[in-house]
């Protein structure tokens, strides 16, 4: 049985991913059948509980610590509009294996944001619209293989290699 804090995790997922899909819907950034972005490949794989884990190169992330770092990323936007150009703001979340982070850019006249993952190359995006767009087809496709994990539909085969 799947516990409370999960549970909570993966509601807040569906949460996050909805208020940025409603607010990009209008625009059709968001179609969920869209190739993840090449600056973010990733693998959905089962973990040994047989719920799937987000694989983002060495790095692996339980649904609810994806949830985590999404539910961070807007009060990071925000603090990272209101610092000045000059100052590097960093949200980390931990995994079962390695970390994922966004941190505001140290150098002038670059790209707005950096995104850092362990062992991997550091993934450059230039305005929030890219970074939130990439993170949550990421998202999204986590919460696709939650869902078949959770209701059969699909079970052993949300194997998906969504790299480039």
Do not use: C
Not at 133 to 147: I, S, W
């Amino acid at each position: 049985m799947d516990s409370l804090p999960a549970r909570a995790a993966t509601i807040l997922l569906v949460l996050w991913i909805a208020a940025h899909a409603a607010a990009q819907a209008g625009a059709g950034a968001l179609d969920p059948r869209t190739p993840a972005d090449p600056r973010l490949p990733f693998e959905v794989q089962a973990g040994d509980d047989g719920r799937p884990r987000l694989a983002l190169g060495v790095n692996r992330f339980a649904p609810e610590q994806y949830a985590r770092f999404l539910a961070g990323l807007d009060g990071f936007l925000e603090r990272a509009a209101a610092a000045p150009p000059d100052q590097q703001l960093v949200w980390r979340v931990d995994g079962e294996r390695g970390y994922l982070s966004v941190s505001t850019s140290p150098f002038a006249g670059g790209p707005r944001y950096l995104v850092t993952l362990r062992g991997e190359t550091v993934r450059a995006f230039d305005g929030e619209a890219s970074l939130l767009n990439a993170f949550t087809l990421v998202g999204y496709r986590l919460l696709e293989a939650e869902r078949a994990e959770r209701t059969g539909v699909g079970r052993g085969a949300f194997q998906l290699e969504l790299a480039p």
